[in-house]
C-alpha cells in the first residue's frame, strides 16, 4: 500500500448528503474497527470544512476566525496528510507567530482567554518542528517564544501569593483565564499551570535543539521547579465541592484552582496526567475516582452523556465568569465535550490502561458517526450542542488515536543529557497502522498485539526497546511493533 493512500484525498471544502465528502477521505490510523475508521474520516472532513487555506477556523459557519487554542492546545495532529493537516506546523503556526501582541503575548480573544494561549503556542513550536523538521523555521520563532515566556514569567508570577514560579492569574474585568471561558478559574489554577509548565519544558527542549545548552538548563530547572509548586500547592486529598451531584470521599487529586470551592475537573486532572506531572500513584487515584464514577462522567456502560463531562457535578453560580450567557446546570462548561474526552483517553493510556482508553475512543466515534458531525459539546442525553464542526474535539480525536490507540508518540532528548530523540511507543489500545510524520519523514508503522514485551522490526533490523532513535526512522522505511508477554 502506497503511502499516498494513508493520506487521503481531503477536500478543501466538504459536501454531500451528510454535509461532508467522505467518499474521497481515508482515515488516518487505520483500525479495522469501522465506527473508529469511519469517524476519523468525520474528523478530517471537519478540519478540511475549517480550513480557510491558511489557518482553521474554530468551526464552520460559527466561529468564523481562526483560535489559537481550537488548532494547538493539548498535541498536534502527528501527520502532514493534506493541505488541512500540514497547516498545523507550517502556513499556521506561522501566522500566529507573525501576530505576536505588542505586549509579547498572544491572545485570541480576552474575553475567552487571556493566559492560557501564549503556553499553547510555545509548546506548539516544537511540536511543529516533531512533525515538519524545520530546524530553520524553530530557529525563527525562538525569540519570540522567549518574549511570550517572559511576558507571562516577569508579569504575572507573585510570591506574596505562595509560588515564585507559578503564573497568578489575577483575571482583568471581563476576561477568562483560559479555555473555560464561562469559569472564573483565577489565581493559581491547575490547567494554566500545567500548560505553564509543558511550554516551559517545550522552551528547555528547543533550546537544546538550537545549541543553546545554558538556556536549556535554565528552562529545564524552572520547569521543575513549577512540577514542584503544582503538587505542593494543587493537589489535595480532600473532597471536592459538588453541587447537583451525589456528595464524595476524599481522593488524592489536583484541586480546580485555589479558592473557596475546590471542583474536580478532568481536563485540570488529566493534564497533569499527559504532561507528567502527577507520579503513578497521583495518577491511579484520579484514573480510579473517574472510572468509580463512569458512566456519569464518561458515559461509558449505560449511554448518558459521553466522554468527558468537565466537572464533577455543576459549577456553582458565584464561581461564574464574567461572561456566563451559556453556563447552567448540566450545560456548556458544566457539560460534556470531546474534546476533554480525547485528553482523557491520552491520560488513561499514559497511566497503561489502556482498555478504558479504548472504550473512550469508541464511545467518542460512535457520537461523531451518529450524529453525522462533530459538535462542541453533549449534554447528558448525547445531543450535540454549541459549534457544529468543532475542529478542537476532531483534532484531538485524530491525536488520541495516535497516542492512545497505537500508543505512537514523540520523546524529546533531555537537556544536558548526551542522547538521540525519536519515538516512544506504549502498549496499544488496539492494532492498527498508520503513516507518522517525524522531523519530515513519512514512516509507515504498524502495530499488533499486548503485552509488555516489544519486538520492533525496521527493515532486517531487529529491536527490543520502546524507544526508537530518530536516525533509524528513514523516509518511508516501516516501523512493524509487536506487543507480546
Not at 503556553?119 to 517564544?145: E, F, H, K, T
Not at 489554577?189 to 535543539?209: H, K, M, Q
Not at 461523531?368 to 445531543?383: A, C, L, N, T
Not at 499488533?448 to 522505511?477: F, K
Request: with cysteine; proline share 6%.
Amino acid at each position: 500500500m502506497a503511502l499516498a493512500l494513508f493520506a487521503g484525498a481531503i477536500p478543501a471544502r466538504a459536501g454531500g448528503g451528510t454535509g461532508y465528502g467522505l467518499s474521497a477521505i481515508q482515515p488516518l490510523v487505520f483500525t479495522g474497527n469501522p465506527t473508529l475508521d469511519l469517524a476519523q474520516r468525520y474528523a478530517l472532513a471537519v478540519l478540511a470544512t475549517d480550513f480557510t487555506g491558511d489557518t482553521h477556523v474554530a468551526a464552520a459557519g460559527y466561529y468564523t476566525n481562526p483560535w489559537i487554542r481550537d488548532s494547538f492546545a493539548w498535541g498536534m495532529v502527528p501527520s502532514r496528510a493534506g493541505n488541512s493537516l500540514a497547516s498545523y506546523s507550517g502556513l499556521e503556526l506561522n501566522y500566529w507567530l507573525g501576530r505576536q501582541q505588542s505586549f509579547g503575548g498572544w491572545l485570541t480573544a480576552p474575553k475567552s482567554g487571556y493566559f492560557d494561549e501564549t503556553p499553547i503556542l510555545i509548546s506548539a513550536a516544537l511540536d511543529a518542528y516533531r512533525v515538519s523538521g524545520n530546524l530553520a523555521a524553530l530557529r525563527a520563532a525562538l525569540p519570540r517564544l522567549e518574549r511570550g515566556w517572559r511576558w507571562l514569567k516577569n508579569g504575572f508570577i507573585r510570591p506574596s501569593h505562595g509560588s515564585s514560579v507559578l503564573i497568578y492569574a489575577n483575571v482583568p474585568p471581563h476576561t477568562a483565564a483560559d479555555w473555560a471561558d464561562q469559569v472564573a478559574r483565577s489565581g493559581y489554577a491547575t490547567e494554566l499551570e500545567a500548560l505553564w509548565y509543558d511550554a516551559t519544558r517545550s522552551l528547555s527542549v528547543s533550546e537544546s535543539i538550537l545549541h543553546h545548552p545554558g538556556q536549556a538548563r535554565y528552562y529545564a530547572g524552572f520547569a521543575a521547579r513549577i512540577k514542584t509548586d503544582i503538587n505542593r500547592l494543587l493537589w489535595t486529598g480532600q473532597a471536592p465541592f459538588a453541587r447537583n451531584a451525589p456528595d464524595v470521599p476524599g481522593f488524592g487529586h489536583y484541586r480546580s484552582w485555589v479558592g473557596p470551592r475546590d471542583y474536580f475537573e478532568l481536563d485540570s486532572n488529566f493534564l497533569c496526567i499527559v504532561y507528567g506531572i502527577a507520579s503513578p500513584t497521583q495518577a491511579a487515584s484520579i484514573d480510579n475516582f473517574v472510572m468509580a464514577h463512569a458512566t456519569y462522567l464518561l458515559g461509558l456502560g449505560s449511554g448518558e452523556g459521553i466522554p468527558a463531562r468537565v466537572v464533577y457535578g455543576d459549577y456553582d453560580p458565584k464561581d461564574y465568569a464574567g461572561k456566563h450567557s451559556r453556563l447552567g446546570p448540566g450545560r456548556y462548561q458544566s457539560a460534556y465535550w470531546p474534546t476533554v474526552g480525547a485528553l482523557v483517553a491520552l491520560g488513561y493510556a499514559r497511566s497503561g490502561r489502556v482498555g478504558e482508553a479504548r472504550a473512550i475512543l469508541l464511545t467518542l466515534a460512535r457520537t461523531f458517526v451518529q450524529g453525522r458531525d462533530i459538535r462542541e459539546w453533549y449534554g447528558q442525553d448525547g445531543q450535540g450542542n454549541g459549534a457544529p464542526a468543532f475542529g478542537w474535539a476532531a483534532r484531538m480525536f485524530l491525536v488520541a488515536l495516535y497516542a492512545a490507540y497505537l500508543g505512537v508518540e514523540w520523546y524529546d532528548a533531555v537537556p544536558g543529557i548526551p542522547s538521540v530523540p525519536g519515538i516512544t511507543l506504549e502498549n496499544p489500545a488496539g492494532p492498527g497502522q498508520a503513516v507518522l510524520s517525524y522531523h519530515g519523514r513519512d514512516l509507515r508503522v504498524r502495530v499488533t498485539g499486548h503485552g509488555g514485551i516489544v519486538r520492533v522490526a525496521i527493515g532486517t533490523q531487529v529491536h527490543r526497546t520502546p524507544l526508537l532513535p530518530g536516525p533509524l526512522l528513514c523516509q518511508g522505511c516501516t516501523v512493524n511493533v509487536n506487543w507480546a508477554g
